[in-house]
């Protein structure tokens, strides 16, 4: 997987939503990537660019914080010498700060201006490049930003792109992909990890088949299917019976306190399990051959795949402009079932679309 793809695994965005004051700043860079602290002019009214503005402590703090966050970053060939003051440091925003972005963007502010701007400024985004620029034209799309019609698949492509970011979200969120140095999990068994869940393993039968289906493929253990498998709860131990050999001892030794599940044979060590602790039950596990990062694309391209057909079709539909009082009313086709009201001065925006 190469550096691009992987930024779509590593967004990293806060669990707590930044206040307002952060937010703005934040997207001021949309607008004005490389902006310093001492381009800000801060007022009782929001902040704006000056490029003669005495710089604001407030400012560059604020700055630092969604550094930290890692929502911006320093503008690459930026060298920080000794005597540079924090105010003097050039900020865009970074991966995850776009990202961030287009899942909190305010809905009283222009999303197609915020789209024009991205696309303009951070041309070479993961998302972008993924999910955009084989659907239309990036160059013809900037050229005609006045045109009405132009805007209105400025807010289709945020649209797009903000159900692309819910669903990368839950999909990082979510406990699908399990994963150890770097590959995917599939659990064989569920194990208690205290004596509060004990009773309730013990009253409910060992699930083995997995178990058996794993040893039979990764040691050819042919006879592993009539074999007896035996569990002991308070010992932290199952052992398996050869029909073949009666004197043989297989026995898989879990170690609670040390997180460790071993497979032996006649007391040497012939495989390990990944063991994960759940709470009141650990599961046992093996390590696929396939990687978390692959895994994660293939789901989230499956679950982007109807978002990207309604997109395209939306798109490349031809709409009309007409002129209803002192609104623009653009219109697509029914089978697109979209539709963007937007009045003269471009300010306010109703939007009734099939994924909203």
């Given at each position: 997987m190469n550096d691009s793809i992987q930024e779509l695994f590593n967004f990293s965005i806060p669990s707590k939503p930044i206040d307002v004051?952060?937010?703005?700043?934040?997207?001021?860079l949309v607008e004005h990537p490389e902006i310093t602290a001492i381009k800000i002019y801060?007022?009782?009214?929001?902040?704006?660019i000056n490029k003669t503005a005495n710089y604001s402590n407030i400012i560059s703090r604020r700055f630092r914080?969604?550094?930290?966050?890692?929502?911006v970053?320093?503008?690459?060939?930026?060298?920080?010498?000794?005597?540079?003051?924090?105010?003097?440091?050039?900020?865009?925003?970074?991966?995850?700060g776009i990202f961030y972005i287009l899942l909190n963007y305010p809905h009283n502010t222009s999303r197609e201006r915020l789209i024009f701007y991205l696309l303009r400024n951070y041309p070479s985004y993961i998302l972008f490049t993924q999910f955009i620029y084989p659907i239309i034209n990036l160059r013809r799309l900037l050229a005609e930003a006045n045109n009405k019609i132009t805007t209105y698949k400025l807010l289709l492509v945020y649209i797009y792109l903000k159900h692309i970011c819910k669903e990368i979200q839950n999909l990082v969120s979510s406990k699908i992909i399990h994963?150890?140095?770097?590959?995917?999990?599939?659990?064989?068994?569920?194990?208690?990890?205290?004596?509060?869940?004990?009773?309730?393993?013990?009253?409910?039968?060992?699930?083995?088949?997995?178990?058996?289906?794993?040893?039979?493929?990764?040691?050819?253990?042919?006879?592993?299917?009539?074999?007896?498998?035996?569990?002991?709860?308070?010992?932290?131990?199952?052992?398996?019976?050869?029909?073949n050999k009666i004197?043989?001892?297989?026995?898989?030794?879990?170690?609670?306190?040390?997180?460790?599940?071993?497979?032996?044979?006649?007391?040497?060590?012939?495989?390990?399990?990944?063991?994960?602790n759940n709470g009141l039950h650990s599961s046992i596990n093996v390590k696929t051959?396939?990687?978390?990062?692959?895994?994660?694309?293939?789901?989230?391209?499956?679950?982007?795949?109807?978002?990207?057909?309604?997109?395209?079709?939306?798109?490349?539909?031809?709409?009309?402009?007409?002129?209803?009082?002192?609104?623009?009313?653009?219109?697509?086709?029914?089978?697109?079932k979209a539709l963007k009201i937007m009045d003269a001065k471009g300010d306010m925006t109703k939007v009734s679309y099939r994924f909203l």
């Open positions: 004051k952060h937010l703005e700043l934040l997207l001021s801060k007022s009782e009214d929001g902040i704006s914080k969604l550094y930290k966050l890692k929502l970053e320093k503008m690459p060939g930026f060298k920080s010498r000794e005597h540079d003051v924090t105010e003097c440091i050039p900020y865009k925003l970074s991966p995850s994963h150890a140095e770097g590959y995917i999990l599939t659990k064989l068994f569920d194990w208690p990890c205290n004596s509060e869940s004990l009773p309730s393993s013990k009253s409910t039968p060992f699930g083995d088949e997995k178990l058996r289906e794993y040893l039979k493929s990764k040691f050819n253990w042919t006879w592993i299917d009539k074999s007896r498998i035996e569990f002991n709860y308070d010992e932290n131990y199952i052992d398996i019976y050869n029909p004197d043989e001892l297989i026995r898989l030794l879990i170690t609670v306190r040390e997180n460790k599940a071993i497979l032996t044979m006649n007391d040497k060590n012939i495989d390990e399990f990944v063991f994960i051959g396939e990687k978390k990062e692959n895994l994660f694309l293939h789901i989230l391209y499956r679950k982007c795949n109807w978002h990207k057909n309604a997109f395209q079709k939306s798109i490349t539909s031809n709409p009309t402009v007409s002129m209803i009082d002192s609104q623009v009313h653009v219109h697509v086709s029914r089978s697109v």
